[in-house]
């Protein structure tokens, strides 16, 4: 099976925006069917080009898959080049136009007549209807080609690939090949090293391919077994996985829809205990990341991020005159705003941080990078100091990833 | 100018790593040149592909940028194809080799007969030298068309994109048409009621193309003005922006680089003023989007994270009583969560967030999607109540992006 992709934008030719979103589809098509894309294409905003390109790739391909240019504006130029293409009238499809009416309704925005244009489509073509947003998704087929045109807003575009279009080019596909995947997801451990752990698993099983994705701060160990019947598929991929499980030990933290956020959730749940925050350096992203996690409020009392020296003592209860001494970057603040929060909020932990994320600040003893954590639980508080390198938004990142996995492995090892 | 790009490489088509390289280009030309690159294709590793892609490239394009494919391993077909493309023989440059037998001895490695494949290029093309690396760089010319080959290696192609490609397509362009760039960010306008509002503008100037970018919850109106001289194509550009500024009124918060949270921070410490937050539904990420800005600390106090009732009581200073009384997701929560954080810090601006992120939670009156603000200021307390649609991260997300909106509002009509 011949695919290819073409995405439309002239945002996407002009140095300001890459397109992500073929990455998505590609990965998602790979893991479902093993099928891989041949060509990828990326035109402007101009109807010839788009055009050439539609009829170039329908005319070698089984199937295609196009995106963007099917918003409200006058540089939304898809649905009319797709008709246009096909040789076909671009009508109006009442199944969109309802889910437009309604969706704006809702809103209680008044539709225009730009946005009308949406509910346009090639005749002949399928219409899905999309659960994310207002243009819909049409399929079209010319001659042996299928073309599947989807909006290009990325959380629109993975939601209709991934529910619609890769299901749909595995059903294409058809053979009785069964494919069942698992992730196994790290945090702290670096890709070179996961490789060496795993390696001697990717030789026992050839029928298990091996692979790794990298999701900073976290990397991922992809399973994926092949066969041909379902249940010896999925027998065959837990044994490697439970095996893998093994190797990797304590850096694993979950698997497939698994998020380090949602692990330490669950675990404070279990235990019935909640876990308040005094975040400096990493400036509520760890707030975030665990109040991202609907139904957090029954295991997460909330954070202080105490950015200011002010806010260390008014909300974690930091003495100013630790702070005089040691500096606001140091194990001695870390444990006091840590303890201090747990003092003041009466919950089970409290997690703090500390650092210089950069690029100013620093010094030689703790240069730009450096974090101190500190966690507060039943038998005292714990201090750990790390180093990260990159950017600012790298250090903040990784910091918050570490300090989520502290608190895990703490949970881990006490009494559920 | 007719410009494309081609990228080889089989991993680029499998969801493992993207095309930055085109990025670069694209960047690089538009700064260079005015010039924006049409079309943008990535192929695999695959003979007929590539030459079918260099095929019709070279038939309408005065430029074409290939990369990847001129390693010394077997999958790296690019000189080989060209050559076949272009019905040459594929010869040695002896240029080529020299630089890569000098290379190999200063490193005191013996050249591979592989290695020597790297000096071959196509009949009559132009050989550049790599300061980089070992593969050279050629240029070929066929038709009225120039193809330049450079190495994938990202840190090879800048230089060479950088250095000799760019320079060369600015030569060949000569003394014609310049180009000029804005974007102007909004928040809180609908794309299609955006698109309405400039669309007059759009017709005024016939030289100023009018384009829109969604970068949710933002949307980016871009204005690109041609001409062919830079001092006049500039004062057009500036005159389309300053006409685009009154239409698009307090809705625009900045231009080009600018983000909310940076003009945020900007205005406040033009006034020498402090914000402290008091987050609910928001969960922090209003607090790690003003952190995520380098030298925040100048402006910006902390935020507390009130996840739970007590931590509304216990760090934004709220009554018991009332959040008894009104319910935590209220007009007279928000009211009093802004009010206690000024009080209790001493800022200027306190601003508070209190709604449902869903998809839990709601009633009849706050349904899900409900956000209150509240901002406390030096003329005492304004609360807004807003509703958004989406999930649980689209919510969060607008929440945050509108709440630091109202309060960069409220600065611009305070004194600076």
């Known amino acids: 099976m011949r695919i290819e992709t073409i995405c439309t934008g002239d945002e996407l030719l002009t140095g300001l925006t890459s397109d992500t979103n073929s990455r998505f589809f590609q990965g998602a098509l790979l893991d479902r069917t093993g099928l891989t894309v041949k060509r990828s294409v990326v035109v402007g905003d101009d109807r010839d080009d788009i055009i050439e390109a539609l009829d170039a790739a329908a005319a070698r391909c089984d199937v295609v898959l196009v995106s963007g240019g099917l918003g409200p504006t006058s540089d939304d130029l898809t649905a009319e080049c797709a008709a246009k293409a096909a040789g076909v009238a671009l009508v109006q499809s009442d199944q969109a136009l309802r889910h437009l009416v309604e969706r704006f309704e809702a809103r209680g925005i008044v539709l225009s007549e730009n946005n009308r244009r949406q509910a346009m489509v090639p005749a002949g073509s399928e219409v899905v209807l999309n659960a994310e947003g207002s243009a819909p998704m049409f399929i079209q087929v010319r001659g042996r080609c299928t073309l599947f045109y989807v909006p290009g807003v990325p959380r629109e575009y993975r939601h209709l690939v991934g529910a619609f279009v890769v299901p749909r080019i595995a059903a294409l596909k058809g053979g009785a090949e ?8 790290t945090v702290g451990l670096p890709e ?10 990717a030789a026992k099983y050839p029928n298990v391919t091996v692979g790794f994705r990298t999701h900073p701060p976290e990397n991922h160990l992809k399973l994926l077994a092949v066969g041909t019947d379902e249940a010896a598929t999925s027998a065959l991929l837990e044994q490697v996985v439970a095996e893998a499980r093994v190797v990797l030990g304590a850096t694993c933290f979950g698997r497939d829809d698994e998020t380090l956020p949602g692990v330490v959730l669950r675990a404070l749940r279990q235990r019935r205990q909640f876990l308040a925050l005094a975040e400096s ?15 957090a409020s029954d295991a997460f009392y909330g954070g202080a991020c105490t950015y200011l020296e002010a806010a260390k003592t008014k909300w974690a209860d930091v003495p100013e005159g630790l702070l005089a001494q040691f500096g606001a970057v140091s194990a001695e603040s870390a444990e006091a705003m840590a303890r201090g ?8 932990w409290a997690l703090s941080t500390t650092g210089w994320a950069g690029p100013a600040g620093g010094d030689a003893q703790n240069p730009v990078g450096t974090v101190y954590f500190g966690l507060a639980g039943p038998t005292g508080v714990k201090v750990e100091k790390h180093r ?29």
């Open 341 to 348: 929060v747990r003092d003041g909020t009466g919950v089970t």
């Open 388 to 416: 990260f390198h990159g950017d600012r938004e790298r250090v903040r990142s990784f910091a918050a990833f570490a300090a989520l996995d502290l608190i895990r492995r703490s949970l881990e090892g006490s009494p559920s």
């Open 281 to 295: 350096c990493t400036g509520g992203l760890i707030c975030e990341l665990l109040t991202s996690v609907s139904g």
């Open 178 to 185: 069964v494919r069942k995947l698992a992730l196994l997801k």
């Open 192 to 201: 070179s090293h996961l490789d060496e752990r795993v390696r001697p698993l």
